[in-house]
């Protein structure tokens, strides 16, 4: 597995369990954030078929793209421009930013709906 970052930007928000900084709540998250200098087009990390394209609780709008034995989950999108059953090529663009973060989450088929893994060692250099 190779992915593409969805936009240039540093990773600001990491993948796994945290202490939220005002309730003091542990959570977690099962992908990562980049931040970019403002708004500006997600892209597709991989080449893939659209399963999903529109609002995604908590992460305004996403794409989820099937890539054959895994899943990515790319939101924080202000509206999708793909659709369900679009074919994406690497790089493809699936989106203006609704702010200036981009979430990606990467799924891999070990169950039913998948199983979150921290998508870092994955990502190609830039």
Do not use: M, Q
């Given at each position: 597995?190779d992915l593409g970052r969805p936009i240039n930007g540093a990773v600001v928000r ?71 059953g679009d074919t994406v090529a690497a790089n493809a663009e699936l989106g203006r ?30």
């Open positions: 597995t990491s993948f796994g369990t945290f202490v939220h900084e005002d309730t003091g709540a542990r959570l977690r998250r099962n992908g990562i954030e980049f931040e970019a200098a403002g708004p500006t087009t997600a892209r597709a990390p991989a080449a893939g078929t659209v399963r999903y394209a529109g609002p995604i609780r908590g992460l305004d709008h996403g794409v989820i793209i099937d890539h054959g034995s895994y899943d990515t989950v790319i939101a924080k999108l202000s509206a999708p421009l793909v659709r369900a930013t609704a702010r200036a973060r981009v979430y990606l989450e990467l799924r891999v088929r070990l169950s039913p709906e998948g199983t979150p893994i921290d998508p870092i060692p994955y990502l190609r250099a830039r």
